[in-house]
């Protein structure tokens, strides 16, 4: 499994853009990079995925770095919904087992 | 309509205690999961059904025995509980060949006294 490293927190103000970064040097050519969230008191959703080119959808964007040793998740406007744990997460397929690391816990301030 | 559902939401009880949780899932998927959150809040994966098979055993106690009596519903018995069991644990489902993402349910808050 591939190693991630993620800030411990950010904070984000209320309507601004978040960016949350992830370091997975260690990604194998073949994984996707998964990002999922945890709301409070709540199992964990699926945000976003890419391989290689950067991704849009409509919760958040990816940017994938071009030697996908690091990507970043993109919160065009952070809402006080998204203070979460983010969590990314190097996963060959969907249907893998998920390898959680300690994540970033995102904070919104209104 | 819950895509992922479990029950019971909390449960309490003493050590030594046999309990179940149960999972449904009403997506049509053919794989499911059980992962555990501990009380320092990392989740890890314990098994892995697909089609009512079992595929993945992350080195749990024999305590620990999840049954799959279709493909809809993953339970989870655990025998002579113990207070290292506390934790939340999370059921999960996705289709094994065409899906990207895995549904997870609401947890299953379990304290052992």
């Known amino acids: 499994d591939a190693k991630t490293t993620q800030p411990n927190s950010m904070e984000s103000n209320e309507e601004e853009p978040v960016h949350l970064p992830c370091n997975h040097s260690?990604?194998?050519?073949?994984?996707?990079i998964h990002w999922y969230r945890q709301l409070p008191s709540q199992g964990p959703e699926y945000v976003i995925h890419?391989?290689?080119s950067n991704v849009n959808n409509r919760m958040a964007s990816l940017a994938i770095a071009e030697d996908r040793k690091s990507s970043t998740l993109i919160l065009h406007r952070a809402t006080l919904r998204d203070a979460a744990v983010y969590y990314c997460i190097p996963t060959f397929s969907g249907n893998t087992p998920l390898v959680f690391g300690k994540g970033t816990r995102l904070s919104v301030i209104a | 309509d819950t895509a992922v559902s479990q029950t019971p939401k909390y449960l309490v009880t003493q050590m030594g205690n046999d309990k179940s949780i149960k999972c449904e899932q009403n997506?049509?998927?053919?794989?499911m999961y059980w992962y555990k959150q501990d009380s320092k809040k990392f989740l890890k994966i314990m098994f892995s059904y697909n089609n009512k098979e079992l595929i993945i055993n992350e080195t749990v106690p024999n305590r620990f025995s999840p049954k799959s009596p279709d493909k809809a519903h993953l339970n989870l018995h655990i025998n002579s509980l113990e207070l290292g069991d506390s934790a939340v644990y999370f059921c999960a489902s996705t289709n094994w060949d065409s899906s990207y993402e895995q549904y997870f349910g609401p947890g299953t808050r379990l304290t052992v006294t």
């Open positions: 890419g391989l290689t």
């Open positions: 997506l049509g998927h053919d794989t």
């Open positions: 260690t990604i194998s050519g073949t994984d996707y």
